[in-house]
């Protein structure tokens, strides 16, 4: 999974044609470290689409942007548009975000 850094490069990547999946994490959540112990496998499973994660206090104003209220998210971009967000209460477990990836990515 590719860290974005900053808000342009996060413009960049999500004009992407086909789908690009991104997380959306803070280093204090303790969700999100739960989660890195499962997604490499989800990722192993979803490795034709490209993965990226953004540190939500690194990059001001951008999860408010695309309305993440709680972390860790998964977002689907694709040409420059938000097509699908699974929120946080729903990230818990690894067959919870394959599912939400199978039903958006079929």
Known sequence: MKHIDTEEQFNDIIQSDKPVIVKFFA????DCKRMNMFIDGVI?????????????????????????????SILLFQNGEKIAHQHSADTKTPESVSEFLHQQLA
Do not use: H, R, T
């Not at 280093?27 to 303790?30: F, K, L």
């Not at 192993?44 to 860790?72: C, H, R, T």
């Open 27 to 30: 280093d204090w959540c303790p």
């Open 44 to 72: 192993d499973e979803f490795n034709n689409y490209d993965w990226y994660e953004v540190n939500s206090d690194e990059i001001d104003g951008l999860a408010q942007k695309y309305e993440v209220m709680g972390i860790p």
